[in-house]
């Protein structure tokens, strides 16, 4: 079993930058994929990026603003958001994939899913 804790989550102006942080415990491995999702009110979750050794997907909407990495060392997973937009305001949630056939971007292909962190950004 593997858990995941999300942190770094607030309330942010347009155009400022969070950095969210997913801490990861039990039967970790760094072979399993890692990715950010996000689900704001009335909405389905979706996708925002996912990474595997060096191989890194983006959700168009947040690619050149957003950046997935990860410390191994300290089985954490980032992303770190820069110029936000009122439109990013959601619940940010990290998943982790056990057996990676590619970068997953459904939540349909995740095994394991922290808690999630609130992230509201003012216009």
């Known amino acids: 079993q593997v858990q995941l804790v999300e942190s770094g989550g607030g309330l942010v102006q347009a155009g400022g930058s969070l950095r969210l942080s997913c801490a990861a415990s039990?039967?970790?491995?760094?072979?399993?994929?890692m990715g950010w999702f996000r689900q704001a009110p009335g909405k389905e979750r979706e996708f925002v990026a996912a990474m595997y050794w060096d191989s890194i997907y983006y959700a168009d909407s947040v690619k050149g603003r957003f950046t997935i990495s990860r410390d191994n060392a300290e089985n954490t997973v980032y992303l770190q958001m820069n110029s936000l937009k009122p439109e990013d305001t959601a619940v940010y949630y990290c998943?982790?994939?056990?057996?990676?056939?590619?970068?997953?971007?459904?939540?349909?292909?995740?095994?394991?899913w922290g808690q999630g962190t609130q992230v509201t950004v003012s216009s």
């Open positions: 998943a982790a994939d056990r057996t990676p056939l590619r970068l997953g971007i459904t939540v349909t292909e995740y095994d394991y």
């Open positions: 039990g039967r970790t491995s760094s072979r399993y994929a």
